[in-house]
């Protein structure tokens, strides 16, 4: 609530790096690298429906997968 979209993107890729800059160790030692692709999507910026948020936040998530993977991709459109 209350975020620029901006500031989500912001807040989004801050995420992804730490994820990706952390990695897992397990109970035997080994460590794993994870990483992550994040959607984001903003109202009013995107959308006159709030109730759509989460379909193009998904949609930007796909795209973030099947553009590279370990991203962020935001919707810039208005719907």
Not at 39 to 61: C, F, V, W
């Amino acid at each position: 609530p209350n975020c620029t979209l901006d500031k989500a993107v912001r807040i989004a890729k801050r995420i992804r790096r730490n994820v990706s800059d952390t990695p897992i160790t397990l109970t035997n030692g080994e460590e794993l690298s994870v990483t992550i692709s994040l959607g984001t999507a903003h109202y009013p910026n995107n959308t006159k429906r709030p109730e759509s948020l989460p379909i193009l936040a998904d949609q930007m998530l796909y795209k973030a997968k099947e553009t590279g993977r370990n991203k962020v991709c935001f919707s810039e459109k208005k719907e």
